[in-house]
Nanobody
Framework: QVQLVESGGGLVQAGGSLRLSCAAS????????MGWYRQGPEKQRESIAH???????NYADSLKGRFTISRDSAENTVYLQMNSLKPEDTAVYYC?????????????WGQGTQVTVSS
């Protein structure tokens, strides 16, 4: 089994910054791509950013320039630096990882961390 544990969410004023972390642990043979999603109130879950095992990142067009994804492969951790936050960024943020465990690759999800941006 693989566990993803997110941290770093909280309440911040508009224009502020937060850094989310997601640490993967468990029966990991190889950590492939990792990413972040979010789900706002009464909205569908949307993809924010992904990063490959080689460090190549891609972002949702609407968030480029404000959000930055990075990873520490030695620590099996992915980060999301969020700057210039807006009230519409309020959501539960989820970490996702594609993991080789055993002989197959599986997708795993974290439990989510709440980010609330006040105006």
């Amino acid at each position: 089994q693989v566990q993803l544990v997110e941290s770093g969410g909280g309440l911040v004023q508009a224009g502020g910054s937060l850094r989310l972390s997601c640490a993967a642990s468990g029966s990991i043979i190889r950590l492939n791509s990792m990413g972040w999603y979010r789900q706002g109130p009464e909205k569908q879950r949307e993809s924010i950013a992904h990063i490959t095992s080689g460090g190549r990142a891609n972002y949702a067009d609407s968030l480029k320039g404000r959000f930055t994804i990075s990873r520490d492969s030695a620590e099996n951790t992915v980060y999301l630096q969020m700057n210039s936050l807006k009230p519409e960024d309020t959501a539960v943020y989820y970490c996702n990882a594609n993991v080789r465990t055993g002989s197959r690759d599986y997708d795993y999800w974290g439990q989510g961390t709440q980010v609330t941006v006040s105006s």
